[in-house]
């Protein structure tokens, strides 16, 4: 059993409240817009694992450590994350064709700040967008998720809202 801590959209804010969430996490997953390397330097400090891709807003250093999308199992689960996604219906270009050829059980996704945890029938996948954990943005609550992975299926999922 896996406990994960998704966030995405921090946009170089840290947060002290990602410690006290994500510290009992096995892994740490950021869907982009990171936009500093001190933010994932510590968010390495926090969990064994951090896993994250590059968003729009994220510069040279930033891409030169990360890919544009990731692909990956852990605890027998597939995910597949990257910054600009979409959503169930609605998936930004391509983003369709690569679900279609990976056939990932979680997709995660930010981008948009808008929180979403939906079940794809279609896909056969549930995506996550976190929303946004910084304090750009239209946002009105910065929010964070945590779900917990066992032997090949997701769990568990917790929203957290990090009131302002």
Same mark, same amino acid.
Request: hydrophobic share 40%; with cysteine.
């Given at each position: 059993?896996?406990?994960?801590?998704?966030?995405?959209?921090?946009?170089?804010?840290?947060?002290?409240?990602?410690?006290?969430?994500?510290?009992?996490?096995?892994?740490?997953?950021?869907?982009?817009?990171?936009?500093?390397?001190?933010?994932?330097?510590? #968010?390495?400090?926090?969990?064994?694992?951090?896993?994250?891709?590059?968003?729009?807003?994220? &510069? @040279? %250093?930033? $891409?030169?450590?990360?890919?544009?999308?990731?692909?990956?199992?852990?605890?027998?689960?597939?995910?597949?994350?990257?910054?600009?996604?979409?959503?169930?219906?609605?998936?930004?270009?391509?983003?369709?064709?690569?679900?279609?050829?990976?056939?990932?059980?979680?997709?995660?996704?930010?981008?948009?700040?808008? #929180?979403?945890?939906?079940?794809?029938?279609?896909?056969?996948?549930?995506?996550?967008?976190? &929303? @946004? %954990?910084? $304090?750009?943005?239209?946002?009105?609550?910065?929010?964070?998720?945590?779900?917990?992975?066992?032997?090949?299926?997701?769990?568990?999922?917790?929203?957290?809202?990090?009131?302002?």
């Amino acid at each position: 059993m896996k406990r994960i801590g998704i966030l995405s959209d921090t946009h170089a804010w840290w947060d002290d409240r990602y410690v006290t969430y994500f510290s009992g996490c096995d892994e740490i997953w950021h869907a982009g817009d990171i936009g500093s390397e001190e933010v994932l330097d510590r #968010l390495e400090g926090i969990a064994p694992v951090v896993r994250a891709v590059y968003g729009n807003i994220d &510069g @040279a %250093a930033l $891409r030169r450590r990360l890919k544009e999308v990731e692909c990956f199992t852990t605890e027998g689960v597939k995910v597949l994350m990257t910054h600009i996604g979409g959503y169930p219906g609605r998936y930004a270009p391509g983003v369709k064709a690569t679900l279609l050829a990976e056939q990932p059980q979680l997709f995660v996704s930010g981008h948009s700040h808008i #929180l979403k945890v939906v079940n794809d029938k279609y896909m056969h996948l549930l995506h996550i967008n976190p &929303g @946004a %954990a910084g $304090r750009q943005g239209w946002q009105t609550v910065p929010t964070i998720v945590l779900i917990t992975l066992d032997s090949g299926t997701i769990a568990g999922c917790e929203v957290v809202e990090l009131s302002k």
